[in-house]
């Protein structure tokens, strides 16, 4: 019900533009948000935004990631600016009709399948 795309292999210092598409129901109602994983460490919160609007976002990608949503098209968007190679992960989006603005992996309703999004140096 959520499908993510946009990733890909970018040089350091350059943007990429994620997409989340929800679909089978409505998700106007649900805090949005990214996660990222990297091989042997956990899934780490991106980014979150809620229902009004309202964004939260993990220390290292303040000022270079913005969240973004379009209810309209029940869709939701990840905007990746000043890329770094540590940026490098799988990165999925997930919803959840409980959170605030800070999802927690643990109670995500629903994971869309990942997409990799690769920073070279």
């Known amino acids: 019900q959520l499908q993510a795309s946009g990733g890909g292999l970018v040089q350091a210092g350059g943007s990429l533009r994620l997409s989340c598409a929800a679909s089978?129901?409505?998700?106007?109602?649900?805090?949005m948000g990214w996660f990222r994983q990297v091989p042997s460490k956990e899934r780490e919160f991106v980014a979150g935004?809620?229902?009004?609007?309202?964004?939260s976002y993990t220390d290292s990608v303040k000022g270079r990631f913005t969240i973004s949503r379009d209810n309209a098209k029940n869709t939701v968007y990840l905007q990746m600016n000043s890329l770094k190679p540590e940026d490098t992960a799988v990165y999925y989006c997930?919803?959840?009709?409980?959170?605030?603005?800070?999802?927690?992996?643990?109670?995500?309703?629903?994971w869309g399948k990942g997409t990799l999004v690769t920073v070279s140096s």
């Open positions: 997930a919803a959840d009709q409980r959170a605030g603005t800070v999802l927690v992996g643990t109670a995500v309703d629903y």
């Open positions: 089978g129901r409505t998700f106007i109602t649900f805090t």
């Open positions: 935004i809620n229902r009004s609007g309202s964004t």
